[in-house]
């Protein structure tokens, strides 16, 4: 899969941010029963960025996302881009050794969900320890742990039918074990 | 619709099974330990983050500062009637007030810095204090 020039590679990650970007600001338009619930539809792309460009490729796709949406939502800065970068970092975080699994142990389901959690959970502890230190607040972390829960299994399965896809299927990482020379490994 | 369901049976691995067990455990133990009857009480993790004073404000009086260390009940009167408050080591609360609505006492225990009780028909207003200024949230 890196048989990609800089330049393909380039446009790949510009393609898929801005698919992420899309989805990160049609998703505010979603009302959403209690703050800090939504469906996270970037997870998709994150993920399909980490399984057909790499580690890398993802962590690009991601910063830009965050970057990007943040600037035409009007919170560059502000709590919500940091909760915004926080949470996609720590979804990346997890996902870094998990991908290890893929595609042998794991399918993108079992990417989904930890990365889910992990979003949530990442944002949560920057807004308890930061920006609303109240004690309380935990009393929001188990219904939030159980959305990111549910959005987990419904990214999960959306990644799986993205990537079932034969105009994706070419470029995702082969079905046998990832040789030596991977270029899925965090660094 | 059938699409993804065939992508997903297809490509599910032992792995998603057990991922997916370990986040519901996750989720359930995270439901079962912050609603766990007691988490009230901890108030904030951070030793000696609780309340240290009960400062007694009323209307045309100086403000009272009461430490909260041993167990005791106070009086004060004011233009409705008579207050009391319960004290204990690191919480107080309004214990009875003349207000008809219970307001005061529904407060139930002051236990977390800047906690507040109040009764308006003895303009009274009782607050916890601990040893940092605290804040509760911070908007922009």
Same mark, same amino acid.
């Given at each position: ?17 801005? $698919? ?20 996270? +539809? ?8 980490? $399984? ?13 996302? /965050? ?5 035409? +939502? ?23 050794? +998990? /991908?290890? +699994? ?23 502890? @920057? ?10 607040? $935990?009393?929001? @972390? ?17 990644? @799986? ?10 470029? /995702? ?15 | ?8 049976? #297809?490509?599910? #691995? ?20 912050? =609603?766990?009857?007691?988490? =009230? ?70 236990? #977390? ?26 908007? =922009?």
């Amino acid at each position: 899969m890196t048989h990609e020039t800089p330049d393909r590679m380039n446009r790949r990650i510009a393609a898929l941010a801005a $698919l992420a970007m899309g989805l990160q600001i049609i998703e505010t338009a979603i009302p959403s029963p209690m703050p800090g619930i939504k469906p996270g +539809l970037a997870n998709v792309i994150t993920l399909i960025a980490l $399984l057909s460009l790499g580690w890398r490729a993802a962590l690009a796709v991601t910063l830009l996302r /965050v970057v990007g949406a943040s600037l035409v +939502l009007g919170t560059v800065l502000s709590p919500a881009f940091w909760l915004s970068l926080v949470g996609g970092l720590a979804a990346l975080g997890i996902l870094a050794p +998990l /991908v290890r +699994l893929y595609p042998r142990h794991l399918s993108a389901l079992g990417l989904a969900v930890p990365a889910a959690l992990a979003h949530t959970l990442g944002q949560f502890l @920057l807004a308890w320890t930061l920006i609303i230190p109240h004690p309380q607040l $935990l009393l929001l @972390l188990p219904p939030l742990l159980l959305a990111a829960l549910i959005t987990g299994v419904v990214t999960g399965i959306l990644s @799986l039918s993205v990537l079932a896809d034969p105009r994706i299927q070419r470029h /995702v990482r082969p079905i046998p074990p990832t040789s030596p020379g991977s270029p899925i490994s965090p660094g | 619709m059938t699409a993804s369901a065939v992508a997903v049976l #297809r490509r599910w #691995r032992w792995g998603d099974a057990l991922v997916l067990a370990l986040a519901g455990v996750l989720v359930a133990s995270s439901f079962a330990l912050v =609603y766990a009857p007691g988490w =009230y009480r901890m108030g904030s993790f951070a030793p000696g983050a609780g309340p240290t004073h009960l400062v007694i404000t009323q209307a045309g009086a100086a403000s009272q500062m009461v430490p909260l260390t041993a167990s005791r009940r106070l009086q004060v009167s004011g233009v409705a009637g008579i207050t009391e408050i319960e004290i204990e080591p690191g919480r107080a609360r309004c214990l009875r007030s003349p207000g008809r609505q219970g307001i005061c006492e529904g407060a139930g225990w002051l236990e #977390r810095p800047g906690d507040i009780a109040v009764s308006l028909p003895n303009r009274l207003v009782l607050q916890v204090q601990g040893a940092n200024p605290i804040f509760d949230s911070m908007h =922009y």
